[in-house]
C-alpha cells in the first residue's frame, strides 16, 4: 500500500478535537491467506489485504468479513511496524462484520463505538486505512439509504461517503470525537443527497448493528439464531428487471437448475422487480431448508425453479486456531 493520501486531502489535526495520529493507530492491517479449494477462493482470492479496527484492550478487531472468510492464516500489521498472528472468530453474513483475535499484545488505545444512528447527510468524517495519517481521507457524508448486494446481501440503512478512499476494505469511519462509526466494505457509483450525477463513493457498515450481536459472535462466531435461506445466487437489476447474472458452483440455485440471464419475475407467485424485494421474498420462506419457489423468465417462457435453500456457512471451511 505505497500510495498515499494527497496531503491536502488528509485531516488536518488541527480541525479535530482529538488525538489524530493516537486514533489512527488503532487502524491495522489485515493480510489474510485462504486455501486454493476455498469456497470463496475463485470469487474473493486466496491473498486478501485490507483494513480492521481494533475495538477492544485485548486485541479484538473489527474487520470486513470477505477479507478472512476462510482464511488458514491471519497477520494483523500494526503501526509500529510489527505483524502479529490473528484468529478469524467470527463473520457474521447478513452485517458483513468479521471479528478478528490478535494473538499477541497490541498496546494500542481501542476505538469507541460511536452512534451511527446520529450521522447526518454532510457531517464531516474520516475514512481511514491501515498506515497513518497518509491513509487518512477527510470526507463527507453524502446518503444513508438502502443497499441491495448481489450477492444475497441487504442493508436497510447503509452510510456513503465522498470522495471515495482507495482502499476501503475494512477502512474505519471516524467521526468528531474519534469514535467509530462504520467499517468499509465497498467502493461504487451512486448519486450524492440532491444531486443527479453518480460519482465514486465508499459504502460503510453502520457500527450500530454490532452491539446487538457482538456477544452472539464472540460466543458462537456467528448469530445464536436460524441462519437465512441462501440460494447461491448472484442477482443483477437492469431496466426494472433482476437477472441471474451468476451462479456459486455446486450451491442450491445451481443444482436446481437456474441458468445464466434467466429474469427473476417472482418469488412463490408474489411479482419482484428490484434485488431488495427479491432477498425479503426469500428471506421470509423461512430458515436456511428451506424450499424457495423462483418465478423465472427463460428465453421468452415462464419457468418455475423449486430450490431447496441452504446454510450460506455450511459451504465455507471453518477457521483452525494457530
Same mark, same amino acid.
Given at each position: 500500500m505505497d500510495w498515499i493520501i494527497p496531503p491536502e486531502a488528509q485531516p488536518s489535526p488541527e480541525e479535530w478535537g482529538f488525538d489524530l495520529d493516537d486514533v489512527l493507530s488503532a487502524v491495522v492491517g489485515i493480510r489474510a491467506l485462504v486455501?486454493?479449494?476455498a469456497f470463496t477462493a475463485s470469487v474473493l482470492g486466496t491473498e486478501r489485504a485490507g483494513s480492521g479496527v481494533v475495538i477492544r484492550e485485548d486485541g479484538l478487531v473489527l474487520t470486513i468479513g470477505? &477479507?478472512?472468510t476462510e482464511a488458514e492464516q491471519i497477520w494483523v500489521g500494526l503501526a509500529d511496524g510489527r505483524a502479529l498472528p490473528g484468529h478469524a472468530l467470527a463473520y457474521d453474513q447478513e452485517t458483513g462484520f468479521g471479528l478478528v483475535q490478535v494473538l499477541g499484545r497490541v498496546g494500542l488505545r481501542p476505538l469507541p463505538l460511536g452512534d451511527s444512528a446520529a450521522l447526518e447527510i454532510g457531517d464531516s468524517v474520516i475514512a481511514a486505512s491501515a498506515g497513518g495519517? /497518509?491513509? *487518512? &481521507?477527510?470526507a463527507r457524508v453524502v446518503g444513508k439509504r438502502e443497499f441491495a448486494g448481489y450477492w444475497e446481501y441487504l442493508l436497510e440503512e447503509a452510510i456513503f461517503t465522498a470522495p471515495a478512499h482507495p482502499f476501503w476494505g475494512g477502512a474505519a469511519l471516524i467521526g468528531s470525537e474519534g469514535e467509530l462509526? /462504520? #467499517? /468499509?466494505? &465497498?467502493? #461504487?457509483e451512486a448519486t450524492a443527497e440532491g444531486e443527479d450525477e453518480q460519482i465514486p463513493v465508499n459504502m460503510f457498515v453502520p457500527i450500530d448493528l454490532l452491539p446487538p450481536i457482538l456477544d452472539d459472535l464472540l460466543s458462537y462466531g456467528r448469530r445464536k439464531r436460524p441462519p437465512r435461506p441462501w440460494l447461491g445466487l448472484y442477482a443483477a437489476e437492469q431496466e426494472g428487471s433482476v437477472l441471474v447474472a451468476g451462479l456459486a458452483s455446486g450451491g442450491p440455485a445451481d443444482q436446481a437448475g437456474v441458468r445464466l440471464g434467466d429474469?427473476? #419475475? @417472482?418469488v412463490a407467485g408474489t411479482p419482484i422487480a428490484d434485488l431488495a424485494t427479491l432477498w425479503r421474498r426469500v428471506w421470509s420462506?423461512?430458515? *436456511? @431448508?428451506a424450499t424457495v419457489s423462483l418465478d423465472l423468465v427463460r428465453n421468452g417462457s415462464t419457468v418455475s425453479a423449486s430450490i431447496r435453500s441452504a446454510d450460506r456457512a455450511s459451504f465455507l471451511k471453518r477457521p483452525q486456531l494457530q
Amino acid at each position: 500500500m505505497d500510495w498515499i493520501i494527497p496531503p491536502e486531502a488528509q485531516p488536518s489535526p488541527e480541525e479535530w478535537g482529538f488525538d489524530l495520529d493516537d486514533v489512527l493507530s488503532a487502524v491495522v492491517g489485515i493480510r489474510a491467506l485462504v486455501p486454493e479449494d476455498a469456497f470463496t477462493a475463485s470469487v474473493l482470492g486466496t491473498e486478501r489485504a485490507g483494513s480492521g479496527v481494533v475495538i477492544r484492550e485485548d486485541g479484538l478487531v473489527l474487520t470486513i468479513g470477505y &477479507l478472512i472468510t476462510e482464511a488458514e492464516q491471519i497477520w494483523v500489521g500494526l503501526a509500529d511496524g510489527r505483524a502479529l498472528p490473528g484468529h478469524a472468530l467470527a463473520y457474521d453474513q447478513e452485517t458483513g462484520f468479521g471479528l478478528v483475535q490478535v494473538l499477541g499484545r497490541v498496546g494500542l488505545r481501542p476505538l469507541p463505538l460511536g452512534d451511527s444512528a446520529a450521522l447526518e447527510i454532510g457531517d464531516s468524517v474520516i475514512a481511514a486505512s491501515a498506515g497513518g495519517r /497518509g491513509h *487518512a &481521507l477527510e470526507a463527507r457524508v453524502v446518503g444513508k439509504r438502502e443497499f441491495a448486494g448481489y450477492w444475497e446481501y441487504l442493508l436497510e440503512e447503509a452510510i456513503f461517503t465522498a470522495p471515495a478512499h482507495p482502499f476501503w476494505g475494512g477502512a474505519a469511519l471516524i467521526g468528531s470525537e474519534g469514535e467509530l462509526l /462504520g #467499517v /468499509g466494505s &465497498l467502493r #461504487v457509483e451512486a448519486t450524492a443527497e440532491g444531486e443527479d450525477e453518480q460519482i465514486p463513493v465508499n459504502m460503510f457498515v453502520p457500527i450500530d448493528l454490532l452491539p446487538p450481536i457482538l456477544d452472539d459472535l464472540l460466543s458462537y462466531g456467528r448469530r445464536k439464531r436460524p441462519p437465512r435461506p441462501w440460494l447461491g445466487l448472484y442477482a443483477a437489476e437492469q431496466e426494472g428487471s433482476v437477472l441471474v447474472a451468476g451462479l456459486a458452483s455446486g450451491g442450491p440455485a445451481d443444482q436446481a437448475g437456474v441458468r445464466l440471464g434467466d429474469r427473476v #419475475v @417472482g418469488v412463490a407467485g408474489t411479482p419482484i422487480a428490484d434485488l431488495a424485494t427479491l432477498w425479503r421474498r426469500v428471506w421470509s420462506s423461512g430458515e *436456511a @431448508g428451506a424450499t424457495v419457489s423462483l418465478d423465472l423468465v427463460r428465453n421468452g417462457s415462464t419457468v418455475s425453479a423449486s430450490i431447496r435453500s441452504a446454510d450460506r456457512a455450511s459451504f465455507l471451511k471453518r477457521p483452525q486456531l494457530q
